[in-house]
Structures are given as structure tokens and as C-alpha cells.
């Protein structure tokens, strides 16, 4: 498309949402601080508080980004689930650095985490698996995530066979399904202010716990 967008993005504009961070507010420890702040986006989002991105790499050193849902967190890390032969994992297989990113735009806050992903064992990958709805659990069986096809109709194909291959017992873990945690090593806690001036605060792991320092903006 050659011809100037007739959506004018550059003038789409909001105002900050009021609130504030200092560093009085901030826990020392970033996860109690992450389990506050997603705690309020679960009572003022309407839709996936847990949606983060994760950003990898490919051979190439060319960055790649997705949305997942966030389905555990403790002190250990954050934990996603995916196809392991998809893009993402296999990715990660090469390179274990990612970074993860909250969004939620109605409190006007981000929290950008930066770490290493690492496979689950497979008793925490089953004991998520076996929470999730029968179709959902049906779902992880049919598709060869970011592969190509030919056609939806395909996948529906599949989806009713397997569906027909399970219905008299409980649908399987998949050994092609798991989960990664990662483990953080930077978490900046992100509020907007007016004029741009927003709130930074970054939590740096080291020897001695987490460094916290405020970033301009």
C-alpha cells in the first residue's frame, strides 16, 4: 500500500490513568510486586490479564513475538504452555533468552521481564493438561502449530476424529505439549504519567538479591 493510511494514528491519543508509582510503593521482592499488580489488572481488565508476549529469536538472530497466557507464577518464574515443535519452542531450543511483556492498557502499565525459558518437568506439565476443558485438550492433538496448510477444513477434519478417538476416555497429554518457565533476571515495573513523564522501576537480580533503580523515562 503505497498511498498515505486513512487511519490517523499519529493523533490517537489518551489520557494517563491517574495513578502513580514512587519507590515507597515498590516491594523489595519483584514478585510479591508483580502478584499486586496483576491482582488489580484481574479486577479492572476485561479480557486475559494474564496475556503476555514472548519474544525470542530464530538462527538468524531475528526476533520473533507472540501472545500466550500466563497459567502459573512463583518464585521460580512465569509458565507458559505450547506445541514443543512449534516456533517458539523450537527458538528457544537455540536460545533460551526471551523476554515477556504485560500489557494492561486501562490501569496504564506495563511490566517488561527479560530471563532464561527452561522445559517444566512433565508432572507439572500434566498436572495443568488434565485442568484444561475436553476441547481444549482435544485441540493440542490437532494442530502442528506453525506449520503450513492448505485449508480449516483440515483441521476440523482432525479435530473430529480425534475427538472421535477419545470419547470414551480421558484425553492424553500429548508428548509433543509442555510447558517453559522462565526464570526472570530484570523486571521493570511501567506506569504512564501525563506529559510522558511515566514511572520506571527496574528490579536487577544479582549475587545479593534484587538491585532496584528508577529509569527516566
Given at each position: 500500500?503505497?498511498?498515505?493510511?486513512?487511519?490517523?494514528?499519529?493523533?490517537?491519543?489518551?489520557?494517563?490513568?491517574?495513578?502513580?508509582?514512587?519507590?515507597?510503593?515498590l516491594d523489595?521482592?519483584p514478585?510479591?510486586?508483580?502478584?499486586?499488580?496483576?491482582?488489580?489488572a484481574?479486577?479492572?481488565?476485561?479480557?486475559?490479564?494474564?496475556?503476555?508476549?514472548?519474544?525470542?529469536?530464530?538462527?538468524?538472530?531475528?526476533?520473533?513475538?507472540?501472545?500466550?497466557?500466563?497459567?502459573?507464577?512463583?518464585?521460580?518464574?512465569?509458565?507458559?504452555?505450547?506445541?514443543?515443535?512449534?516456533?517458539?519452542?523450537?527458538?528457544?531450543?537455540?536460545?533460551?533468552?526471551?523476554?515477556?511483556?504485560?500489557?494492561?492498557?486501562?490501569?496504564?502499565?506495563?511490566?517488561?521481564?527479560?530471563?532464561?525459558?527452561?522445559?517444566?518437568?512433565?508432572?507439572?506439565?500434566?498436572?495443568?493438561?488434565?485442568?484444561?476443558?475436553?476441547?481444549?485438550?482435544?485441540?493440542?492433538?490437532?494442530?502442528?502449530?506453525s506449520?503450513?496448510?492448505?485449508?480449516?477444513?483440515?483441521?476440523?477434519?482432525?479435530?473430529?476424529?480425534?475427538r472421535?478417538?477419545?470419547?470414551?476416555?480421558?484425553?492424553?497429554?500429548?508428548?509433543?505439549?509442555?510447558?517453559?518457565?522462565?526464570?526472570?533476571?530484570?523486571i521493570?515495573?511501567?506506569?504512564?504519567?501525563?506529559?510522558?513523564?511515566?514511572?520506571?522501576?527496574?528490579?536487577?537480580?544479582n549475587?545479593?538479591?534484587?538491585?532496584?533503580?528508577?529509569?527516566?523515562p
Amino acid at each position: 500500500m503505497n498511498e498515505q493510511s486513512s487511519v490517523d494514528v499519529a493523533n490517537i491519543r489518551r489520557p494517563a490513568s491517574g495513578l502513580t508509582l514512587e519507590r515507597e510503593d515498590l516491594d523489595d521482592d519483584p514478585l510479591r510486586q508483580f502478584e499486586a499488580w496483576l491482582r488489580d489488572a484481574c479486577e479492572s481488565e476485561a479480557l486475559d490479564p494474564n496475556a503476555m508476549s514472548v519474544s525470542t529469536v530464530d538462527d538468524r538472530q531475528r526476533p520473533d513475538c507472540r501472545m500466550v497466557l500466563l497459567k502459573f507464577y512463583d518464585a521460580r518464574g512465569f509458565v507458559f504452555f505450547t506445541n514443543l515443535e512449534s516456533n517458539k519452542a523450537v527458538q528457544i531450543s537455540g536460545n533460551e533468552n526471551v523476554a515477556l511483556l504485560f500489557f494492561w492498557p486501562t490501569l496504564g502499565r506495563q511490566i517488561r521481564i527479560r530471563g532464561s525459558a527452561k522445559r517444566v518437568p512433565n508432572k507439572e506439565t500434566l498436572k495443568y493438561f488434565v485442568t484444561r476443558p475436553r476441547g481444549s485438550q482435544i485441540g493440542t492433538w490437532v494442530s502442528a502449530q506453525s506449520s503450513s496448510i492448505s485449508s480449516r477444513s483440515l483441521l476440523e477434519a482432525k479435530y473430529a476424529e480425534i475427538r472421535k478417538k477419545f470419547a470414551d476416555h480421558e484425553v492424553p497429554l500429548p508428548s509433543f505439549w509442555g510447558g517453559y518457565r522462565v526464570t526472570p533476571m530484570e523486571i521493570e515495573f511501567w506506569q504512564s504519567r501525563t506529559n510522558r513523564l511515566h514511572d520506571r522501576f527496574l528490579y536487577s537480580n544479582n549475587e545479593d538479591g534484587w538491585n532496584i533503580e528508577r529509569l527516566a523515562p
